[in-house]
């Protein structure tokens, strides 16, 4: 079998680096037929191109890294599989790839992957009125204080990329909850008009709001439970304060009496348009930071189907 393996070196502080020197050794043993590419997202097109004649493709990074593959892979033939190095590694823990059990070595990746289960996973395209390109996702998509956290984050590993350079992924979640620390302060959303097909919802002036593909969340929470990349349907929490994000991240607290960690849950749709938003505002998907410049309207449908390796 023919694996084209794309790594970003940046990914998880220096495991990117390292995987990269790792897989071209397997590259020449006559166990593996294995292509090693760099990613450079610049000639990602091109790049992505060379690799569909190949039997299976395996993306080595984390969740903003997959998310960049989406625009060249949706709809398409060729099974993909995630070697997981980012920090929260969302994806990669609902497709049950970090449990125990799962796949250490990349040799032992390469063989999971030769053998493993095939699923179609529902990938979401998000336009706003005022843009004229849309953006695809497959995790999540929020507004409010996940974007402003990530902005934060950004702009520190920028300015501190020894930290993730010297303690890996313990480094980038230091930077995180600094991050975190210095997003308190940000404005509450808009008052915000959700519709779709049999529900609208009036949201007044609420800390976040996260429409979720999948549940799992920040690496280690859980965001709506009836979330699923399988079902087409896509969900919404809505978040009105801080106390909410606790529930997300440790969900037994949603049992709590008198549902103070426990976010407004709205059931699945297969679209919704979302009215109200006001720029300037930082929003996130799949873990990478934008800002909307102006007031907008957002619209949310399934744009198509990524096959992907999995163990479910």
């Not at 191109?49 to 949706?74: E, M, Q, Y």
């Not at 996940?146 to 480094?171: A, C, N, T």
């Not at 919802?201 to 976040?208: I, M, N, T, V, Y």
Request: hydrophobic letters at 40%; one cysteine or more.
């Amino acid at each position: 079998m023919r694996f084209c393996c794309f790594v970003n070196p940046r990914s998880g502080g220096k495991k990117g680096e390292v995987l990269i020197r790792h897989l071209k050794d397997l590259a020449r043993s006559p166990r593996f037929h294995c292509e090693v590419v760099e990613i450079d997202f610049q000639f990602l097109a091109h790049q992505v191109k060379n690799a569909l004649s190949f039997d299976r493709i395996v993306i080595a990074g984390g969740d903003g890294t997959f998310s960049g593959f989406l625009p060249f892979l949706t709809n398409s033939q060729i099974p993909v599989g995630l070697l997981p190095l980012g920090t929260g590694n969302d994806l990669a823990r609902e497709l049950r790839l970090l449990e125990q059990g799962a796949p250490r070595e990349p040799e032992d990746w390469l063989s999971f992957y030769a053998s493993a289960p095939i699923r179609e996973l529902t990938v979401w395209k998000a336009q706003f009125k005022n843009e004229l390109e849309p953006f695809l996702f497959i995790n999540y998509l929020s507004f409010g204080y996940d974007g402003e956290v990530l902005s934060h984050f950004e702009s520190l590993r920028s300015r501190f990329g020894w930290v993730p350079r010297l303690f890996g992924k313990h480094g980038n979640r230091l930077l995180y909850l600094v991050a975190g620390t210095k997003a308190l302060l940000h404005p509450r959303l808009p008052e915000l008009t959700l519709q779709a097909d049999s529900q609208t919802r009036h949201l007044a002036e609420h800390r976040s709001i996260l429409f979720s593909n999948i549940s799992s969340v920040m690496g280690i929470g859980s965001s709506h439970l009836e979330s699923s990349p399988y079902d087409g349907k896509l969900e919404c929490s809505a978040l009105p304060g801080f106390s909410q994000y606790f529930g997300l991240i440790a969900p037994s607290l949603r049992s709590f009496p008198g549902g103070f960690f426990e976010p407004r849950c709205f059931f699945g749709e297969s679209k919704w348009r979302v009215a109200g938003f006001s720029g300037p505002l930082w929003y996130q998907y799949d873990g990478e930071a934008r800002k909307l410049a102006e007031s907008s309207t957002l619209t949310l449908c399934p744009a198509g189907t990524v096959r992907m390796c999995c163990d479910v």
